[in-house]
C-alpha cells in the first residue's frame, strides 16, 4: 500500500502498512456508501472527499480508552515488583489515557459498509430520506483516489469493558469499536490533522451547529464510483435527476435497489 508521511518537502511516498489500518485479504472487495442526495451531489459538483472530526460521532466512546485497557494498567501497577515500576505504570496508563482524550479532536474520518452486497440496513442507519444513493466502489479504487496522507483499514470490533487495544498507539483508538457495532464492516479512511503542516484538502467549520468541523480532500467522482443504487422507495423525479447529474459527469448510470420493484424511470 503507497502512503505518505509528512516531512519539509511535504510527501514524500513510501510503501508502508500501518499496523493499525488492518487490511482487507482481497483489495478487490466492495465498498458502499449510502448517503442523501445533498451529500452526493456535494461529492458530485465539488470533487471532494468528506471527512468529518471524530468529536461528533454518534458513538461517544469512539476514540476513548476502553475500560479494559484501563484495567490492564491497574492490574499492571497492582502486581508491580516495587514501588518505581508501580508509578511508571501509573504514569503511562495517565499519558497515554490523556493523548487519547487529547487526539480525538483531530481526527477526520470517512466511513465505507464493506459488503459485496448491497445492505438494507445501510440504507435505514445512514440515510434520512427515500432521496438518497448508494455509491460502490472497491477498497483498491477507494485507495487511490485519496491523497497519499489519508490511511485507510478495516475498523476492527473488541469488548470495550474487557478487552485491550494490540498496541499502544494513537490510531488504535480510532480504529476500533465496540462489539455492537459489528454489524457496520467498516472501513474507515482516517486523517490526523496534526501531520498536515501544509494540508492539500480544506477544513471547514459549520456556522450553525457548533464544533461541527469537516476535512475535505480532493477526489475524482469518476475515478471512485463503480456504482450507483437508488434508495428503494426513489420517487420518480429524484430518479431523474440522479440520471441527469450521472451522465452529465461521466458517470454510471443508476440502477434500482434490489430492495426496490420499479426500475429507474428512464428521462
Not at 508502508?16 to 485479504?25: E, G, I, R, T, V
Request: aromatic share 14%; hydrophobic share 40%; charged share 20%.
Amino acid at each position: 500500500m503507497v502512503c505518505g508521511y509528512i516531512d519539509s518537502n511535504w510527501i514524500t511516498k513510501v510503501t508502508y502498512s500501518h499496523p493499525a489500518f488492518l487490511q482487507p485479504d482481497d483489495s478487490s472487495a466492495t465498498l458502499w456508501r449510502y448517503m442523501d442526495a445533498v451529500k452526493f451531489e456535494w461529492l458530485i459538483t465539488n470533487k471532494r472527499h468528506f471527512f468529518v472530526n471524530a468529536t461528533v460521532f454518534d458513538d461517544l466512546l469512539e476514540g476513548t480508552t476502553p475500560e479494559g485497557v484501563l484495567e490492564w494498567w491497574n492490574t499492571a501497577a497492582a502486581n508491580a515488583v516495587n514501588d518505581e515500576q508501580r508509578n511508571i505504570y501509573q504514569h503511562n496508563c495517565r499519558f497515554m489515557t490523556h493523548m487519547a482524550a487529547s487526539s480525538r479532536e483531530h481526527y477526520y474520518v470517512s466511513c465505507w459498509h464493506m459488503n459485496e452486497e448491497e445492505n438494507l440496513a445501510m440504507w435505514t442507519r445512514y440515510t434520512t430520506s427515500s432521496a438518497a444513493v448508494a455509491i460502490r466502489t472497491t477498497y483498491s479504487a477507494l485507495r487511490e483516489s485519496l491523497p497519499c496522507y489519508v490511511r485507510l483499514g478495516k475498523v476492527r470490533y473488541i469488548d470495550y469493558a474487557t478487552e485491550r487495544l494490540p498496541m499502544m498507539n494513537m490510531f488504535e483508538y480510532i480504529m476500533h469499536k465496540r462489539l455492537c457495532f459489528n454489524f457496520e464492516r467498516e472501513v474507515r479512511a482516517v486523517v490526523w490533522a496534526r501531520e498536515l503542516e501544509v494540508p492539500q484538502g480544506k477544513f471547514f467549520e459549520s456556522e450553525i451547529r457548533h464544533a461541527f468541523r469537516v476535512y475535505l480532500p480532493p477526489v475524482e467522482p469518476s475515478r471512485l464510483v463503480r456504482g450507483i443504487i437508488l434508495h428503494p422507495q426513489a420517487p420518480s423525479d429524484f430518479q431523474a435527476q440522479i440520471i441527469d447529474i450521472c451522465l452529465t459527469n461521466g458517470l454510471p448510470s443508476p440502477v434500482p435497489s434490489k430492495f426496490c420493484c420499479e426500475p429507474p424511470r428512464v428521462v
